[in-house]
C-alpha cells in the first residue's frame, strides 16, 4: 500500500528525516513510535506532500506520490493531523462536507451518514461551530472529515494527545474499529503501550531514522524499546 | 428643526447610498477575512473599473448597467490573475510583503490611469441619472434606487456562495485553518485568487451601479476606501453581513449629519463612528474575537 524508500528532507538547511524506511501493507495498523522532535510530525508531512523530499521516493498504491499535498489527496493518502486543524468557524456538517472537497465527492451524502453513524455524538452537533465542540469531540471530527475522502490509507497523527484517559481508550478502540472494516491506519503516536496493543507492525523512530521495526509483540518484547522511546 | 419629511427624505437616500458603500466593503472585508491584509489597492482598482465603464459607455455607447455584465468577469479574471501571479509569488508567504505589494500595485495603477487619463474629472450621464421616483410626498433618486438593488442583489449572491457552494466554504475554511485545508485537498493558492477576483467583481459591479451619478478621476478610489476601511471595522473584520449592514448604517450617518451639520461636515459623524467603535467594540457588531 505504502512504501517509503530512504527519505530525506528538513527544513531550511537543517535536516530532520535522515533515511526512513517504511511501508504499510493493506488491512494494517502500523504504529510509528517516538518522543517529541524525533521527526514523527515532519514524517506526516513529507507523506502528505506538504513538504519536498530532498531524496527518496514514496511509493502509494504502486505509484510513485507527486509532492504535493493535492495530488496525497487525489490518491488516497489521508492525513488527519497533530492538534486536529479542524474548521473553527464552520459548522460539523461543512467541516464533513469539506473532507470530501477533493476525493469521495460523489459519496458525499452517503459519506456523511456513515461518519454519523460511526460517531452519534457529532450527529447531535451537526450544526455547531466546530470551534466550539470539546476535545474529545474536535478529534472524533477531524477523523470523520478524513473518512470523507474515502481514504485508502488514513494517517492519524497523535491521535490521543490531550484527550483524558478514558477517551484515549474510546480513540483506539475506534483506531481498531476502523481497521476491522479494512482500513489500512498509520498511527504515529507517543503512547507507546497502547499503541502496541493494537498495531500489527510498529517502527520506533529516533533523531529522524528507523532505530527499530518489527511486529508489534517483538516489539513489545523488546528491551529496548525502553531505551529507544526515551532517547536515552 | 427640519420636517419629519426632509429627514425621512435624507434618511432614505442615506441608506441607498449606504448600500452601494457596502459593496465596496464587501470586497475589502472578503480579501481581509482570508488573506488577512488590507488590499491598499481597493481604491485603485476601483477607479479602474469605474474607467473601464466609462470608457464602454464613451466609446462603445454601453449603458453602464449593461456594462457590469462585461467588466465583472473581466475584473473578476484580472483579480484573479494578479493575486495567482504577482502577489503570491512575490509575498512569500509573509503578509507583511503582501500589504506593501498592494500599496504598489495601488501607486502603479493610479499612475497609469494619470498617465492614460489625465486628471480630469469625467461622467457620464444620461436622462436617467436624474430621474426620480415619486413615492408619497419623498423623492428617490431612481439610479440610487437600482444601485441600492444591485447591492442587495450582489450581496445576496455572496453570501450564497460563500454558504452554500463547495468554493465558498473553502474559502472560509481557508480563512482560518491553512493547514487543515490543505491536507483536504483544497488548494490554497487558487481560494486566494479565487478571493481577490471576488473583491475585485464586487467593485466591478459598485462601478457600473456608481457611474450613473458619480464621476471618476484616478484618485477618486480614495474616498470610497475610507469609508469602507470604517464599514469594514464597524461591521467586524471579514465579516459579509457585517460589511451590508455596517454599510447602511454609514450611509445613513452620513446623509443625517450632511443635513444637520451641513454637506461639508457630513463626513465626520462616520469618523466619529469609526472612533467610538474602536474605543467601545474593537471587533465590530459582527466580527469574531481574534
Not at chain 1, 513510535?33 to 506538504?50: D, E, I, P, R, Y
Not at chain 2, 484616478?218 to 473584520?237: D, E, H, K, S, W
Request: aromatic share 6%; glycine share 14%; with cysteine.
Amino acid at each position: 500500500m505504502l512504501e517509503v524508500k530512504n527519505i530525506r528532507t528538513g527544513y531550511g538547511g537543517v535536516e530532520v528525516l535522515r533515511g526512513i524506511d517504511l511501508s504499510v501493507a493493506s488491512g494494517e495498523i502500523v504504529a510509528v513510535l517516538g518522543a517529541n522532535g524525533v521527526g514523527k510530525t515532519t514524517l506526516n508531512k513529507a507523506l502528505s506532500g506538504l513538504l519536498s523530499l530532498t531524496s527518496g521516493s514514496i511509493i502509494f498504491d504502486g505509484r510513485e506520490l507527486a509532492g504535493s499535498p493535492i495530488a496525497a489527496v487525489e490518491a488516497g493518502l489521508i492525513h488527519v493531523p497533530e492538534g486536529r486543524k479542524i474548521f473553527p468557524n464552520m459548522s460539523v456538517h461543512e467541516n464533513l462536507e469539506l473532507g470530501s472537497y477533493r476525493r469521495g465527492r460523489a459519496g458525499r451524502a452517503r459519506n456523511i451518514e456513515r461518519v454519523y453513524e460511526t460517531f452519534p455524538k457529532l450527529r447531535q452537533r451537526t450544526t455547531q461551530m466546530a470551534g466550539t465542540l470539546s476535545g474529545g469531540e474536535q478529534q472524533m471530527l477531524a477523523i470523520g472529515r478524513g473518512m470523507m475522502a474515502e481514504p485508502k490509507l488514513l494517517i492519524l497523527d497523535e491521535p490521543s494527545l490531550g484527550l483524558s484517559p478514558l477517551l484515549v481508550e474510546e480513540m483506539f478502540d475506534l483506531v481498531k474499529r476502523l481497521n476491522g472494516e479494512g482500513l489500512p491506519i498509520m498511527l504515529v503516536e507517543q503512547n507507546v503501550v497502547q499503541s502496541l496493543e493494537i498495531a500489527h507492525r510498529a517502527y520506533i523512530i529516533e533523531n529522524g531514522q528507523v532505530t527499530m521495526s518489527g511486529s508489534a509483540a517483538e516489539i513489545s518484547g523488546n528491551p529496548e524499546l525502553k531505551r529507544a522511546y526515551l532517547g536515552l | 428643526m427640519y420636517s419629519p419629511t426632509i429627514l425621512i427624505e435624507a434618511m432614505i437616500n442615506g441608506l441607498l447610498t449606504g448600500a452601494i458603500y457596502a459593496l465596496i466593503a464587501l470586497g475589502l472585508t472578503l480579501v481581509y477575512g482570508v488573506l488577512h491584509i488590507i488590499n491598499f489597492a481597493h481604491g485603485a482598482i476601483l477607479a479602474s473599473a469605474m474607467f473601464a465603464v466609462w470608457g464602454l459607455n464613451v466609446l462603445a455607447g454601453i449603458d453602464p448597467y449593461l456594462s457590469i455584465l462585461v467588466v465583472t468577469p473581466i475584473f473578476f479574471g484580472l483579480g484573479y490573475g494578479v493575486q495567482r501571479l504577482v502577489i503570491g509569488p512575490a509575498a512569500k508567504g509573509d503578509d507583511g510583503n503582501i500589504l506593501l505589494i498592494t500599496l504598489g500595485i495601488s501607486i502603479f495603477i493610479e499612475n497609469a490611469l494619470l498617465a492614460g487619463f489625465g486628471s480630469d474629472t469625467r461622467s457620464i450621464s444620461s436622462d436617467f441619472s436624474f430621474s426620480v421616483i415619486e413615492a408619497g410626498p419623498f423623492l428617490i433618486s431612481s439610479p440610487r434606487l437600482v444601485g441600492f438593488a444591485g447591492s442587495l442583489v450582489v450581496t445576496a449572491l455572496l453570501w450564497f456562495i460563500m454558504s452554500r457552494t463547495d468554493a465558498g466554504k473553502a474559502i472560509r475554511a481557508v480563512a482560518k485553518e491553512k493547514l487543515g485545508a490543505s491536507l483536504m485537498g483544497i488548494d490554497v493558492g487558487h481560494v486566494y485568487a479565487l478571493t481577490f477576483g471576488l473583491g475585485c467583481a464586487a467593485l466591478a459591479v459598485a462601478a457600473g451601479l456608481l457611474m450613473p451619478t458619480f464621476y471618476v478621476n484616478p484618485r477618486v478610489g480614495g474616498a470610497f476606501v475610507n469609508i469602507a476601511f470604517t464599514i469594514v471595522v464597524l461591521g467586524g473584520m471579514g465579516s459579509i453581513p457585517g460589511a451590508m449592514i455596517g454599510g447602511l448604517l454609514i450611509g445613513l450617518v452620513e446623509s443625517l449629519s450632511g443635513l444637520l451639520l451641513g454637506e461639508s461636515l457630513g463626513q465626520i459623524g462616520i469618523f466619529v463612528i469609526f472612533i467610538l467603535v474602536l474605543l467601545l467594540k474593537p471587533t465590530g457588531l459582527f466580527g469574531a474575537k481574534a
